[in-house]
């Protein structure tokens, strides 16, 4: 009797927060997931289920959707975030509940949900109905540090001196995240950020998309405190251990990228050669940030590939692509992971998003840290700081980084003794996220050690 029980799968429900930088790590997790010998339930918001239609294309990750309370516009529709997560939290988990017992009915009982740590109300379902539940944390273990400490009142919001928190460097004012230095910008972000730790004192596992060796003595604290393991990098399998077949995309995107001319404009460059600038899906530049920029890409003569969206074209200086068209490509999106990796590939110029940085340590990628907002001043500070690959050039007192400094960063890492330094470290570190989730590297270890769990209880 034991033996048949266990030979069936346990069956993840996994629930991301509605944006396409929580959903495609827990997306890459729920593959992993799967190659381990687990089912998998994608869960995200009904709004965003509509808008994201790649993941229809993987039949082994089926797609339900849970309510937000804005079925037809998504936290557009909210008069403000507050009003967003407020409808959010009081229909989410109603509706979470109703697809948890529509599944059990069908013959697809879960035994576990694995929700993103931003919706820590999805563990009060899963204890209501028995099952295991796992926190999911898309931010690296400093950040995740930072708003544990401020849940435990151990640090004072707004940050105004120095802090030092357990296994990190010293942290100034520049490099906390901006929810907790500038509070009273986000008021309803922070509330958010900080509850994500509410309840950790009932969660059976908390997952981190991070990778130990990156943070090794923060998660060693981290694991005397709570049931936490890290998993990541969540970079498809094709740039890593090429375990997963098939596995090159993350699968999801709500921009459509401009492939070909990308690709073929870096064919035609020398090894090395390319800064690559890219803001991510969502930071918004200053009108005078994005003429700084531009001037100091111009002025470095450098070859560079710029992905500026749509919303943000108006920004650039008049006839700007046309008067760089010799050294620079201007798109509104493009294949980042498959530019990343590309051979002509010099420098990344990154606002600091938790994934892009990832995938830049994942490709041994050297990084220009220009941070905007969130956890991206605390990434840009392990970036310069702790990995030592990369520079985060100054900003003057209207918080702009001016062309001049962006001009001589591009020229040190390219050009400069630094930047050998600077390369030799993303080597090192490539090689060490490739090896976290080969076979028997430490994050392929805590995933196995996951599923094993999941079917012991079967």
């Known amino acids: 009797m034991e033996d048949s029980r266990k030979s069936h799968k346990p069956h993840c429900l996994v629930l991301s927060f509605p944006v ?13 997931l799967i190659h381990k010998g687990a089912g998998v339930t994608f869960v995200t918001t009904r709004f965003m289920s509509k808008t994201l239609h790649g993941l229809s294309s993987n039949p082994s990750i089926p797609l339900e959707s849970i309510s937000d309370g804005f079925d037809d516009g998504g936290i557009k529709a909210a008069s403000s975030p507050e009003a967003y997560l407020e409808r959010f939290w009081k229909i989410g988990p109603e509706t979470l509940s109703e697809l948890v017992e529509r599944l059990i009915s069908s013959g697809r009982p879960p035994s576990c949900i694995v929700y993103n740590s931003f919706l820590p109300w999805a563990l009060d379902v899963a204890q209501k109905y028995g099952l295991v539940g796992a926190v999911f944390f898309t931010m690296s273990c400093a950040v995740s540090s930072v708003f544990y400490h401020c849940q435990k009142g151990l640090l004072e919001v707004p940050v105004r001196k120095q802090v030092l928190l357990p296994g990190m460097p010293p942290l100034e004012p520049q490099d906390m995240p901006s929810y907790v230095s500038d509070p009273e910008s986000y008021p309803a972000y922070l509330g958010m950020l900080v509850g994500q730790f509410s309840n950790l004192d009932k969660v059976d596992w908390v997952l981190c998309n991070a990778v130990y060796e990156l943070e090794q003595e923060l998660v060693d604290w981290f694991m005397k405190v709570m049931p936490f393991r890290t998993i990541g990098p969540t970079v498809p399998s094709s740039y890593l251990d090429n375990r997963l077949q098939q596995d090159r995309e993350y699968g999801l995107s709500i921009f459509q990228p ?16 390319v800064v690559y600038v890219s803001f991510g899906s969502v930071a918004e530049l200053k009108i005078d940030q ?5 001037m100091g890409l111009k002025r470095s003569n450098r070859y560079f590939l710029w992905v500026v969206r749509s919303s943000e074209e108006d920004k650039l200086p008049q006839d700007y692509a046309k008067e760089t068209a010799q050294k620079g490509l201007i798109v509104t999106w493009c294949p980042q992971l498959e530019v990343l990796a590309h051979e002509a590939l010099g420098l990344f110029l990154t606002h600091c998003g938790w994934n892009s940085t990832l995938e830049a340590l994942t490709l041994g990628v050297p990084m220009m840290a220009i941070p905007q907002w969130t956890d991206q001043p605390t990434n840009a500070k392990h970036i310069m700081d702790v990995w030592k690959m990369g520079l985060r050039p100054p900003v003057d007192e209207r918080g702009v980084v001016r062309s001049e400094d962006i001009e001589n960063c591009i020229r040190e890492i390219m050009e400069g003794e630094r930047g050998k330094e600077m390369r030799e470290n993303a080597g090192k570190w490539r090689k060490i996220t490739k090896e976290a989730v080969s076979e028997g590297g430490s994050s392929d270890r805590n995933i196995e050690e996951f599923v094993a769990s999941l079917i012991d209880k079967l």
């Open 20 to 32: 396409q930088g929580h959903i495609n790590p827990m997306l890459q997790f729920s593959k992993r």
């Open 258 to 273: 401009e492939h070909d001319t990308t690709m073929k404009w870096l064919s035609t460059k020398p090894k090395g050669s």
């Open 290 to 294: 994005m003429q700084e920029l531009a």
